[in-house]
């Protein structure tokens, strides 16, 4: 800001603010110098009304919905059915989406402080959360036609019903090219048949977007993306795993048995299936990370809280400069993470090259929830060992992270492929 003058200065910022691009343009025109330009531009720290009005709510949700009975739900794995209904009430399922499709709106930056709240406490609720908004309502807003906005996307949106994302098969997990499950094209539909795993909402879900192999002889370009109904004859959803952590979730495998899909639920061209999925997962890695970043957080704040309690050699634990150091360190690597999933979140909403940015994100933010969630348990002695204090249900959930949509090292090859590239 120095040197520049502050009428100037403000009115940048509003139009900055207001998204006015090309007025900010023209300020850059008439002789800003152009580092000057690129910092006010990009370096905003601080968030808007709606977007701090949309985390106050998410974080009024979590406490007084999610965190009565969230240990006796991951106990029992029990679906958070009442806690997803309401979050589909107040448009936390379809954020991002147009209103006129039913979605609230919201920017990816905002969607990015709702889902860092939300896995605070419940990480099982935030998955839900993150496959509806990231993969399927974003998928179909951006590449479905009008008329399969109109009958899937509105109900998604509006939290009516939820969706789930199938890519993954027993055979087909990083290499996702390696699709096993056919569509075969019969003129005006296709015959789906094939098996998915771990799928997300397998059971819940009403509709499905599913990838299956149409033409082996073209490989992954031969892949389409179709968008299936639960109810449809021939769907059997398998049994819900039995997980270490996300216990609420319903993780189930999806066989397909001649199951029979109308032409006009593909999405996009015939071939542009494995487009979509990665196109699709690029995006859906912002609300991983951002899951991972409020599992951290969550035991992060839960750690401070007790080092302030707890007392051992006559002084609250937070006096030993091993517990303090701990917290110095958990409070800059979750800086550090919420940094990079505000900026891929940012990109995302500039429409900008957001690719390597939700990577980075993803992968550091997910080690970030791992490494902060064993250190919240240090913390915490043998307490942290049991349900009750809520951080050993936070590591286990924590180690998901690593691996859906793209695991470490799967990041690892798409940022190392990146920088060898530049
Ligand atoms: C709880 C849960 C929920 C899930 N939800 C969904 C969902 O909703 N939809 C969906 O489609 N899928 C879902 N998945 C699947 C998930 O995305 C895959 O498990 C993940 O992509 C890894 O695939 P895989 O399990 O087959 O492991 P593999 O691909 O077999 O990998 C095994 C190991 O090898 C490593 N590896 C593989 N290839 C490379 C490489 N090229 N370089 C370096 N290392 C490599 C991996 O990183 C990993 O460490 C879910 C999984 C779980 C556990």
């Not at 109904?229 to 021939?234: C, V």
């Not at 940015?357 to 993803?362: I, Q, Y």
């Amino acid at each position: 800001m120095k040197g520049l003058h502050r009428e100037t200065s403000v009115e940048l910022k509003w139009c900055i603010k207001s998204n006015k691009i090309a007025q900010i343009r023209e300020f850059s025109n008439k002789g800003m110098s152009k580092t000057l330009f690129l910092l006010l531009f990009t370096m905003q720290f601080d968030f808007t009304e709606e977007q701090l009005a949309v985390q106050q709510a998410a974080r009024d949700f979590a406490q007084t919905e999610l965190l009565p009975g969230v240990i006796e739900r991951d106990e029992h794995q029990k679906f958070p059915t009442e806690q997803i209904k309401k979050l589909g009430e107040l448009g936390f399922l379809g954020m991002m989406v147009d209103p006129k499709y039913g979605g609230s709106g919201m920017d990816t930056v905002s969607y990015v402080l709702a889902m860092e709240e939300i896995s605070k406490i419940d990480a099982s609720c935030s998955v839900v959360m993150s496959v509806n908004n990231s993969l399927v309502c974003w998928g179909l807003e951006t590449f479905g036609n009008e008329e399969q906005k109109q009958k899937y996307l509105v109900p998604l949106a509006k939290g009516e019903i939820i969706g789930a994302f199938l890519l993954s098969e027993p055979e087909a997990g990083s290499d996702a090219t390696s699709q096993r499950t056919t569509a075969e094209d019969k003129g005006d539909h296709y015959l789906l048949n094939g098996t998915k795993n771990w799928i997300t909402n397998g059971n819940s879900a009403s509709v499905y977007m599913v990838m299956a192999q149409t033409d082996v002889s073209k490989g992954h370009k031969g892949i389409n993306a179709l968008i299936v109904e639960k109810n449809s004859p021939g769907v059997v959803v398998g049994k819900k795993e039995d997980k270490l952590g996300i216990r609420g979730s319903d993780t189930h495998s999806i066989m397909f048995q001649d199951v029979v899909v109308p032409k006009e639920n593909r999405i996009g061209e015939d071939g542009f299936g494995f487009k979509f999925a990665m196109k699709t997962l690029g995006g859906g890695r912002i609300g991983i990370a951002s899951q991972a970043l409020g599992i951290a957080s969550g035991a992060y704040e839960l750690a401070l809280k007790y080092s302030k309690e707890r007392k051992a050699f006559g002084t609250e634990i937070m006096n030993h400069q091993a517990i303090a150091f701990k917290l110095a360190d958990m409070a800059t690597e979750i800086e550090a993470a919420r940094l990079l999933c505000l900026k891929a979140a940012w990109l995302k909403d500039q429409h900008l090259d957001y690719e390597l940015a939700s990577s980075m994100a993803k992968l550091f933010s997910s080690e970030v929830a791992m490494k902060t969630t064993v250190e919240a348990i240090q913390v915490h002695g043998g307490y942290g060992y049991v349900k009750e204090y809520h951080v050993e249900r936070l590591m286990r959930d924590a180690k998901i992270t690593q691996i859906y949509e793209g695991t470490s090292e799967v990041q690892r090859v798409v940022i190392s492929r990146s920088v060898l590239k530049g």
